[in-house]
């Protein structure tokens, strides 16, 4: 997959290196919900009380034992600073320890300092995959898991997301318009540069499934797949950063492949659509991951610089209401296409 429109001159903006960006020791830390610490262990333990929790960080190894001291002193009142004195450690070594379980979502910061973007957005896309945990499996991927899956449900799936993309152009304009910089506004004309085609090549698989032309566009997005895309196009024209995230939280990285490629797998193995109707969905999600298209995401946050407590709670309540969208979204594609039996795609009148 091509990457932008600049035969000539090649990209016209360069993505942002990683840098090693470090929190403030005035910031204050705190577990978050469904996070306890076990002494005896020496683990970090995420999920609810009872039943299997959702993720375990063990500290084994050389230097464990220090580290695991400064997650025993975080206690919802000290800074980073106060826990090394408290442990008699290094202010360098609290940091970076503490730091890697804020960008896991299992500290949280509760002093209302102002952050480095780029350290809260890390923060800001686990704590949305972590909400998945809490607020419930997935049905839609539990069945394309475990199954049945049905010629109408796989169908639907990707129906669904041809909606999606064929409502890209419709935010991506808009948010190019509102990015603060002119290197933004470059990044993101050439996110829109890379997608606005997509869904044509996408409804060639709906075609391949045996849709006409006059089905799809007699088809319309779930209600749900519809309320994230206007979050999405309300998030373009107010809030770039909010926008950022919802965009870097969706899109894929090259260090999703290997999931991404096991979803395609699967659902190919339930045989009920040829590789020619999933084939241009399948190879759309691995080339955004190949791309990185995440980083479209991350670099209104590099360029930030830091961002109040203010910021972060208004940017971190629209992404999660993104996510919970998203949630809703799978339940709603079990609800209307679970049943073998039923309307090829979902039209508001029923």
Known sequence: M????????????????????????????????????????QEIVVGPGRGEPWDVMS???EGAEEAFRYVMAVDGTRSIADVAREVGGDVDEATAVLQEL????????????????????????????????????????????????????????????????????????????SMPTLRLKTAFSEH???????????????????LTEQDVE????????????????WLAV???LAYSACIGIGEGDPMASSSVARFWDRFAEH??????????????????CEDDHESFGSEAFIERGGMTATEQ????????????????????????????????FFTPEG
């Open 271 to 288: 045989g009920v659509l040829p590789e020619e109707a999933y084939g241009p969905f399948r190879e759309h999600d691995l080339g955004d």
């Open 102 to 177: 804020y960008e896991r979502a299992v500290l949280r910061e509760t002093g209302g300092v102002e952050l480095p973007a780029v350290v809260f957005y890390e923060h800001l896309r686990m704590e949305s995959k972590r909400a998945f945990d809490k607020w419930g499996p997935s049905p839609m991927l539990a069945r394309f898991a475990s199954g049945p899956v049905t010629r109408r449900f796989a169908l639907g799936y990707l129906m669904e997301n041809y909606h999606y993309a064929a409502a890209a152009s419709s935010h991506q304009g808009a948010a190019v318009a």
């Open 192 to 210: 829109l540069s890379i997608e606005y085609w997509h869904h044509a090549w996408l409804k060639r698989g709906l075609l391949a499934a045996g």
């Open 313 to 344: 709670a208004r940017v971190r309540a629209r992404v999660l209401s993104f996510s919970r969208l998203t949630w809703g979204f799978h339940h709603e594609m079990v609800d209307f296409y679970g049943s073998a039996e039923g309307p090829a």
């Open 218 to 233: 007699r088809a319309h997005p779930l209600p749900s797949t519809l309320a994230q895309i206007n979050q999405l196009r």
């Open 2 to 41: 091509t990457i932008g429109n600049l035969p000539i001159i090649g990209r016209a903006w360069a993505p942002s290196e990683k840098r090693n960006v470090l929190l403030p020791i005035a910031a204050t830390m705190a577990f978050g919900p469904d996070v306890r610490a076990d002494a005896e262990r």
């Open 238 to 240: 107010s809030d770039p």
């Open 59 to 61: 500290f084994r190894g």
